[in-house]
């Protein structure tokens, strides 16, 4: 049979093959990420095993069946994980069974049935709760934020007391942890810092090249490249500002990094990678006692959630974090039951000031 211009023998796996290259090349012209495009694939091939059948046999009950499996398996998977599967192969069957691909006609043709869409509003997670992350992910409080870089600087005068190698990256990597929490960064914005990214400004003349972080890997739209902001250094997170530049200044030219361009070097002069600085914050974790639920991401949750309770505006915090929806900028919020209580009390004081006025 031919197929794109391709003559194959075997005409099942061959069209199974056929579709996945032209849902491939759909999703590059829309110039999606090559992880996403890989992701998806891989996860209609897993569903083609599971089911040992062509996209042509598919039912809705298979869909069902697959997912019922995951969620029972060894490692249940999370509610929004099972929605993004439901959702790369609902994208996968709208692909398959779009006339203007002929793949409807060609398997009719070929195998006497035709791909129909499996999964529906019926069959699919409904999007009920705001949040669906583990309930263990959380801001830290202001204690466990301290215990978490106090543990980290102690891992660094543990190594130098003890007089073996590694001070210096243990170094780097308490800076990192303070940098992610001081700035609200994501890991992969983290990671991708350059030294050129320090940034002064104009109105903090007092905090030098630390005025403000030029990210530019920030978390981007479907299809869309990394977006960029400017974090400003906000005045309760000055003490960021010497730590920084004696990284800078002092540490990291120990790694003899030269012109390397990242501000995260490892001692083999590479740009420190993404596994080493979630191990960084799990080895400072543990080293604080802190609950193992938490991972780095929780310090970016802290950070807004300690800039609402500073009394910055909802705008200025979702500017800070990078995010295009102040809803989401919500989700991250976790504020402390003492700064509920404050706000409680100054309502109070206003609407009910005989009640607060001192005793004679």
């Not at 069209?15 to 849902?23: K, P």
């Not at 070929?110 to 801001?139: D, K």
Request: proline fraction near 5%; charged fraction near 25%.
């Amino acid at each position: 049979m031919l197929v794109d211009g391709v003559r194959f023998l075997d005409p099942a796996p061959a069209v199974f093959e056929a579709m996945l290259e032209g849902w491939t090349t759909q999703q590059r012209a829309r110039f999606l990420k090559a992880d996403t495009i890989r992701a998806r694939i891989d996860l209609v091939r897993r569903f083609a095993d599971f089911t040992n059948q062509y996209p042509w046999q598919w039912q809705a009950a298979e869909a069902e069946e697959f997912i019922t499996h995951l969620r029972s398996g060894r490692r249940p998977v999370m509610v929004s994980t099972a929605r993004g599967y439901q959702n790369a192969l609902r994208l996968f069957m709208d692909y398959v069974t779009d006339a203007r691909y002929s793949w409807p006609a060609v398997c009719h043709e070929r195998f006497g049935e035709a791909p129909a869409q499996i999964l529906h509003e019926w069959n699919t997670v409904a999007h009920t709760s705001e949040y669906e992350g583990r309930p263990g992910r959380r801001p830290l409080t202001y204690d466990e934020v301290q215990s978490l870089l106090d543990a980290a600087d102690g891992m660094v005068e543990e190594i130098r007391a003890r007089r073996r190698k590694g001070a210096s990256a243990a170094f780097r990597d308490a800076v990192l942890l303070k940098t992610v929490y001081a700035f609200g960064l994501r890991r992969r914005e983290a990671w991708g810092l350059d030294v050129v990214d320090l940034r002064r400004n104009p109105r903090a003349a007092d905090y030098g090249n630390c005025g403000a972080l030029f990210v530019r890997f920030g978390k981007s739209s479907r299809g869309g490249q990394p977006k960029r902001r400017t974090v400003l250094t906000v005045p309760e997170m000055d003490w960021i500002v010497p730590v920084i530049q004696q990284w800078v200044s002092e540490v990291r030219p120990l790694f003899g990094a030269g012109s390397h361009p990242a501000l995260w070097v490892t001692e083999r002069l590479g740009r420190l990678s993404w596994r080493a600085i979630n191990e960084a914050f799990e080895e400072a974790r543990n080293a604080a006692g802190l609950p193992e639920e938490l991972d780095l991401h929780c310090l970016r949750h802290s950070y807004v959630t300690h800039l609402v309770e500073f009394g910055y505006p909802e705008k200025f915090v979702q500017d800070q974090v990078g995010h295009s929806y102040a809803s989401t900028t919500a989700l991250y919020t976790g504020v402390s039951d003492e700064y509920r209580n404050r706000l409680v009390q100054q309502s109070l004081r206003q609407r009910h000031a005989d009640l607060w006025e001192p005793q004679q």
